[in-house]
């Protein structure tokens, strides 16, 4: 017979991640003493303690480092038992949220969704628009059942799906362009830089050249394009994304002697295969359908 039981190893998990037994009472609705009886329990049925105070701090212990890393798994299996179990109960799930990376073809993924949207039309469909690791975040975090993502997931599944091309590029006009030469970095640095902050808010990552002395960070992909567009700065922009813009003559490739163009892999990344209800499976389907034989 188990000792333990999943609401202390619960309680546990909440003391060390709200940063306190009142912060975690708190956050779980709990009492404060509710909190230190569970706590205690478990470290009396495992006969080691899980906590040291150091002033009016509870810091964890060696033995309780590891033993919330244990904790921690055991808490993610069950949750996704619990998942597994409810769609295998209810059949198609009542709604889907998708994790998308704001570098990915928004065309592609809206049409996607439309087709998902006929096939179940009572399915509630949330998009999360992500930067980064932000998707992959969303879906370690249970906040979205499956994500697209520039990066690939410590844990989960992975799985690549297409490519998209990164143009370095500024509106025309632009001082750059007037160089009349090929460009180095060296030139760039004297220009303004427009990049894209990672949306994850524990771990964010940054990708490609950032040597620009003169940087404007924004959140959104879409902020990035129209302050290229109005002549701010200069970019590298994903191609479906400006492709009408570079068509127009707005927007102009800058004539760098390297690295004007990055090919960037995108993958479709979820925790756990067998926790995927109707919905996201036909989703999975269509989206290795629709990108099959897109243009890198």
């Known amino acids: 017979m188990q000792k333990t039981t999943l609401e202390q190893w619960r309680m546990f998990k909440a003391v060390v991640e709200y940063g306190g037994f009142s912060q975690a009472a708190q956050a779980v609705h709990k009492s404060q003493s509710t909190v230190h009886h569970a706590v205690g329990k478990l470290e009396e049925s495992l006969g080691t303690p899980l906590f040291k105070l150091e002033g009016r701090k509870a810091i964890l212990t060696d033995n309780g480092e590891l033993l919330l890393r244990r904790g921690r798994f055991l808490l993610e299996e069950v949750a996704r038992i619990e998942t597994v179990a409810k769609a295998l109960s209810t059949g198609i799930e009542a709604s889907l949220s998708v994790a998308v990376d704001s570098a990915f073809p928004q065309e592609l993924i809206f049409r996607v969704l439309q087709r998902i949207s006929i096939k179940f039309p009572q399915l509630k469909v949330e998009v999360v628009e992500t930067v980064l690791s932000g998707a992959n975040e969303a879906v370690a975090e249970r906040r979205a059942t499956l994500g697209i993502s520039p990066l690939m997931m410590d844990s989960g599944l992975n799985e690549e799906i297409c490519q998209v091309a990164f143009v370095a590029v500024a509106k025309e006009g632009h001082p750059l362009h007037q160089l009349e030469r090929l460009l180095t970095y060296e030139d760039l640095k004297a220009h303004r830089q427009i990049v894209v902050r990672d949306s994850s808010a524990k771990a964010p990552a940054s990708a490609g050249w950032l040597g620009s002395e003169q940087r404007w960070t924004v959140s959104h992909m879409r ?57 996201a499976r036909e989703l999975l389907g269509e989206l290795r359908y629709r990108t099959m034989n897109m243009p890198s």
């Open 223 to 279: 902020t990035s394009i129209d302050l290229v567009c109005k002549g701010i700065g200069y970019a590298w922009l994903p191609l479906p994304s400006i492709q009408q813009y570079l068509d127009e003559g707005l927007l102009l490739p800058l004539n760098l002697e390297r690295g004007s163009r990055r090919t960037v892999s995108f993958y479709l990344n979820y925790a756990d295969s067998d926790s995927l209800g109707p919905a």
